[in-house]
């Protein structure tokens, strides 16, 4: 069936560090989303079908549709960053496939 | 506009009894999903509406789980006969037709 790989599993770093998290698909992609999501909290889109490069303030996103892959960057990381940040792609009108996700833990 | 609405945020239920889960997607949205969320499984899609119409519902479990979308305001997700098992967060979200789709902030269910 589909997959969503997402590395690392969790990721601690020193504030002001930056945070490199990776997506891999198991199919090819029409379109896929990052979503961030506090403990406890709701699901927050961050990139939407972000095909090429797209940057919105610290986060940057890189997705190369052909070799299934996605990435995610945050740079001079802050504590507020910390939570847990999940990869899905798009599958068949809407139903989304998840990542496990990545626990990014940023430390003062 | 209050976004996706899922009531009640907590619910415990005792084994064996029934669970009523309710969301309420944004005004004009024509999709609404249901996803479950649990630590070892992750967020797992349950079934999904357009339109009101049941599109597709491969990921709901083939015994005791039900959705249902009798209008456009609000969706509901029934298990029968809970079990520890179950336990888990409940996600809502809804979307435009190719847009994003924008989460509630989910009902948390725990079975005893």
């Known amino acids: 069936g589909q997959q969503v790989q997402q590395s690392p599993t969790s990721l601690v770093l020193q504030e002001g560090e930056n945070a490199e998290l990776q997506c891999n698909f198991s199919?090819?992609?029409?379109?896929m989303q990052w979503f961030y999501q506090r403990p406890g909290g709701s699901l927050i889109s961050v990139f939407y079908n972000p095909s090429g490069t797209k940057q919105s303030g610290r986060l940057t996103s890189t997705t190369v549709i052909k070799e299934r892959r996605s990435s995610l960057h945050i740079s001079s990381s802050q504590i507020t960053d910390s939570g847990t940040y999940l990869c899905?792609?798009?599958?068949?009108?809407?139903?989304?496939?998840f990542g496990q996700g990545t626990k990014l833990s940023i430390k003062p | 506009n209050a976004g996706v609405i899922q009531t009640p945020r907590h619910k415990v239920t005792g084994k064996g009894q029934e669970a009523t889960l309710w969301c309420e997607p944004i005004?004009?949205?024509?999709?609404v999903f249901w996803y479950r969320q649990t630590i070892v499984q992750g967020l797992e899609f349950l079934t999904y509406f357009r339109n009101q119409a049941p599109i597709d519902d491969s990921g709901m479990p083939k015994e005791r789980f039900s959705a249902q979308m009798p209008n456009q305001s609000h969706s509901t997700l029934k298990i029968q006969s809970t079990q520890p098992q179950d336990s888990a967060v409940y996600l809502c979200?809804?979307?435009?037709?190719?847009?994003?789709?924008?989460f509630g902030e989910g009902t948390r269910l725990s079975v005893l």
């Open positions: 199919t090819s992609l029409n379109s």
């Open positions: 899905a792609m798009n599958y068949n009108q809407g139903k989304l496939i």
């Open positions: 005004s004009g949205h024509s999709a």
């Open positions: 979200a809804s979307s435009l037709a190719d847009q994003a789709p924008l």
